[in-house]
């Protein structure tokens, strides 16, 4: 059935940029709400950004002005691009989609912001 694989995450330096991509199988990312959640070690998962189906996005206050969630239909792929980079931005960051009978959830790819 539906399957999100996430990739992208690494090791970058405080102010640096990441950009996360989810690639989505069985479902299509023009058609759902596409949205990336991020978990730090002790913490709960809390949501980063989402985007509709419509393009309406929403963010965090944590991460307004410094992400953008974008979508490429053509490549069935959701992307959220990082700058600005703080500590606290480290977690295991997943992707998820949201459908109106449930919500699928990738594994998650691990970024870490450190000096």
């Known amino acids: 059935q539906v399957q999100l694989v996430e990739s992208g995450g690494g090791l970058v330096q405080p102010g640096g940029s990441l950009r996360l991509s989810c690639v989505a199988s069985g479902s299509f990312v023009s058609i759902n709400t596409m949205g990336w959640y991020r978990q730090a070690p002790g913490k709960q998962r809390e949501l980063v950004a989402r985007i509709s189906s419509g393009g309406n996005t929403n963010y965090s206050d944590s991460v307004k002005g410094r992400f953008t969630i974008s979508r490429d239909s053509a490549k069935n792929m959701v992307s959220l691009q990082m700058n600005s980079l703080k500590a606290e931005d480290t977690a295991v960051y997943y992707c998820?989609?949201?459908?109106?009978?449930?919500?699928?959830w990738g594994q998650g790819t691990q970024v870490t912001v450190s000096s």
């Open positions: 998820n989609q949201e459908r109106r009978t449930r919500t699928y």
